[in-house]
T-cell receptor, first 113, second 111 residues
């Protein structure tokens, strides 16, 4: 089945710097890759997603890139702000279920003021 | 528009006791999911409903876990009897187009 690995597990950056979180997946047929942000005591919230027919997608300070050949995708946050501090999860859909998300283990991002 | 509503938010029980969690999805969302999130880990799917039908319950430990979604709206997840290893956050999510909307979760502590 699909396996998603995420790193780093923790990331500390200075406010204004960029943050990059990387994920790899195992199922080459996976075609949907969302990123979720989870704040303390809350459920995960979708912040950006990308499909396998696109290489890059941007939404203001957030961007996601996908390399299908290498089977990895990354989340880029520019001009980080303290409110970006949270746990971020990547996910992928396996070939046998378009609605089943396999999540990575999460990255705890701390933005220092 | 109201989001996914879950209750209770917190539950502490002793092992071998039963526990139930309730979820009300976003209105009109026909797909409902129950996920379990262990401390420091990503969510893991337990069961997925399309309307009232459980279409993927392969990850649900059926010896002690059960779920239902009567009338295809709200859903209940039950654990009986609970074990120490069941301590986790139980997340409910709903969708209509594939994007998942999560509730705030029910944190279970089994003593």
């Amino acid at each position: 089945g699909e396996n998603v690995e995420q790193h780093p597990s923790t990331l500390s950056v200075q406010e204004g710097d960029s943050a990059v979180i990387k994920c790899t997946y195992s199922d080459s047929a996976s075609n949907y890759f969302p990123w979720y942000k989870q704040e303390l005591g809350k459920g995960p919230q979708l912040i950006i997603d990308i499909r396998s027919n696109v290489g890059e997608k941007k939404d203001q300070r957030i961007a996601v890139t996908l390399n299908k050949t290498a089977k990895h995708f990354s989340l880029h946050i520019t001009e980080t702000q303290p409110e970006d501090s949270a746990v971020y999860f990547c996910a992928a859909t396996p070939r046998d279920s378009s609605y089943k998300l396999i999540f990575g283990s999460g990255t705890r991002l701390l933005v220092r003021p | 528009e109201a989001g996914v509503v879950q209750s209770p938010r917190y539950k502490i029980i002793e092992k071998k006791q039963p526990v139930a969690f309730w979820c009300n999805p976003i209105s009109g969302h026909n797909t409902l999911y129950w996920y379990r999130q262990n401390l420091g880990q990503g969510p893991e799917l337990l069961i997925r409903y399309e309307n009232e039908e459980a279409v993927d319950d392969s990850q649900l430990p059926k010896d002690r876990f059960s779920a239902e979604r009567l009338k295809g709206v709200d859903s209940t997840l039950k654990i009986q009897p609970a074990e120490l290893g069941d301590s986790a956050v139980y997340l409910c999510a709903s969708s209509i187009t594939g994007e998942l909307f999560f509730g705030e979760g029910s944190r279970l502590t089994v003593l």
